[in-house]
């Protein structure tokens, strides 16, 4: 018997092995259809093309800090609305395929992140090896496979879901604690998602100026005239302009009065506002 379609299909960084899989089944579990996106900018793309209601892409890491290519795209107009957020702890493994030595290893693979985080590992255990970038960490597992001179830094399901790859170092990052904070993306500033959406305590807001705006307001004016508490600052390079050193600056704000001042939507308008009238641009990224 066929099984019955899901209603709601997840986008994630593939293959399955991921922590981004990972993380997106500790927030949907069974009950959702499940898409392989081949990098960050492909789950990005899933939900903004309706291929996936919603997403999971990894923002932050407590070792090596924020996830660049999550940035880069949320630079982009049009992008996906944020609607929640997923942490999970990270302890890496060094896989290779069954009966390579350590001695045999010359290229060790994963995520950027990954390498990372694990940076002092790698100097002291494999000071020659060359380090190689690719998409995710269970990329780098499956690539593995047929590597016999290379190891991948992954999570230890990578060593069940890929057949013939075994364990040779476990808890391999920098720092025993390590967690990484995930996104989820859904279409728009209202779809719902289950379990169920958290109580509006958080929220994204893009700032910027325009490309003729000069001279312009500093950063710190765009922020009072906010006049929000931001509890996380990120900065990208600002590519639509004609001046050099222009950045797009990123605020995660935290709602601080518990909900005594009624609903936060018109509040966060009000501060997008102001930050329009200081000569700033301002946009609502997510609310979770
Ligand atoms: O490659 C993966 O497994 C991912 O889900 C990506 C990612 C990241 O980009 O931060 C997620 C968690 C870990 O920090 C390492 C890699």
Redesign the pocket.
């Known amino acids: 018997m066929q099984e019955p379609k899901k209603a709601l299909t997840v986008a994630f960084?593939g293959p399955l092995g991921?922590?981004?899989h990972q993380a997106a089944y500790d927030r949907f579990g069974s009950s959702v259809e499940y898409h392989e996106s081949g990098t960050i900018t492909d789950v990005f793309e899933a939900v903004a093309s309706k291929t996936a209601h919603a997403g999971v892409v990894?923002q932050e890491?407590s070792i090596f800090g924020s996830?660049i290519e999550t940035y880069d795209t949320l630079r982009r107009q049009n992008v996906p609305a944020i609607r929640g957020e997923i942490v999970l702890e990270?302890q890496h493994c060094l896989l290779a395929r069954r009966g390579v030595k350590h001695e045999d290893i010359r290229y060790i693979k994963s995520?950027e992140?990954?390498l990372g985080?694990c940076r002092g590992f790698l100097a002291q255990n494999f000071p020659n090896a060359s380090l190689e970038k690719v998409a995710?960490?269970?990329a780098a597992a499956e690539a593995v496979l047929t590597s016999p001179d290379s190891a991948a830094i992954?999570s230890k399901l990578c060593a069940t879901v890929f057949d013939g790859l075994e364990i040779l170092f476990e808890g391999i990052q920098d720092r025993n604690s390590n967690f990484?904070r995930f996104y989820v993306l859904s279409t728009t500033l209202d779809s719902e998602l289950p379990p169920s959406t958290l109580g509006q305590t958080r929220c994204l807001v893009r700032l910027s100026w325009g490309a003729e705006n000069k001279p312009s307001p500093s950063i710190a004016q765009l922020l009072t005239a906010l006049g929000l508490s931001v509890s996380r600052l990120d900065r990208r390079p600002q590519l639509d302009g004609t001046l050099p050193f222009r950045d797009v600056y990123f605020a995660e704000l935290a709602r601080e009065d518990g909900g005594a001042n009624g609903p936060w939507m018109p509040h966060i308008e009000r501060a997008i506002e102001r930050v329009r009238e200081s000569g700033g641009k301002a946009e609502l990224l997510g609310i979770w």
């Open positions: 960084l991921t922590y981004s990894p890491n996830v990270v995520h992140q990954a985080q995710s960490t269970a992954c990484t």
